[in-house]
């Protein structure tokens, strides 16, 4: 038997309506209810106050707070090796480099320029997430302002930050983020300012990631 749409099956207006909440006299002239937001209004007044006197007061944000993205300064230098992870994970296309290579420095490769177009950024975080060197993270700045399209586009002169600056949310990410760095690959702080091809002792250009994974799996065996 078709059902007829046009007619509806439970009217909500209607008194024969199980699920309708039946008022009382008070409750339809809505008193209560503004009585009792009166009530709450009156009572927050004197909570302690939650505002801040902005800009004579500033937030200090927790570690794990993403604000603008910004490069680690190690040792006088960046981190950055310029693999282009960074760029090729930006979601609005942001970031934007050209590597360089200095045969003289024991580092393989560094950015010869490297942007970030703020108006572009979202802060999501992940350049952060994909960076091989924990070369670029996600700072505490988040007030920042400009006065033409140009000075939104950052370059290395206002991206670099000194590592001393960034302890904090480089102590977070290193307890949160690629948990399996340091159990089989065990990368180091220092390695940061060497070159890709020497890694660690273990790393072995010649082999890979496949066969890598196959020793390890052998020495897991032998020390069984």
Not at 21 to 48: C, D, H, S, V
Not at 135 to 148: G, R
Request: with cysteine; net charge negative.
């Amino acid at each position: 038997m078709s059902q007829n749409l046009e007619k509806p099956v439970l009217n909500a207006l209607s008194k024969d309506y199980d699920k309708e909440r039946k008022l009382n006299a008070l409750e339809r002239i809505y008193l209560p209810e503004i009585f009792k937001g009166m009530w709450y209004t009156f009572k927050q007044m004197f909570q302690p106050k939650a505002t801040m006197m902005y800009p004579e007061e500033r937030w200090d944000p927790p570690a794990i707070f993403r604000g603008r993205p910004v490069l680690v300064k190690d040792n006088g230098r960046e981190r950055c090796v310029a693999c282009g992870l960074c760029a090729r994970a930006c979601p609005p296309l942001a970031i934007s480099m050209q590597a360089n290579e200095d045969a003289q420095d024991e580092k393989e490769r560094f950015p010869d320029f490297f942007e970030i177009n703020m108006l572009r950024c979202i802060y999501c975080g992940l350049c952060e997430e994909v960076c091989p060197e924990e070369a670029i993270v996600m700072s505490k700045d988040y007030d920042i302002t400009f006065k033409t399209r140009e000075d939104a586009v950052y370059g290395k002169d206002r991206l670099l930050i000194p590592k001393e600056d960034l302890t904090e949310r480089l102590d977070y990410l290193r307890e949160n983020k690629n948990k399996q760095f340091g159990k089989f690959w065990d990368f180091q702080e220092e390695n940061n300012i060497h070159s890709v091809r020497n890694r660690d002792k273990r790393w072995e250009t010649s082999l890979s990631l496949v066969e890598m994974l196959e020793a390890k799996r052998e020495q897991e065996k032998t020390a069984n």
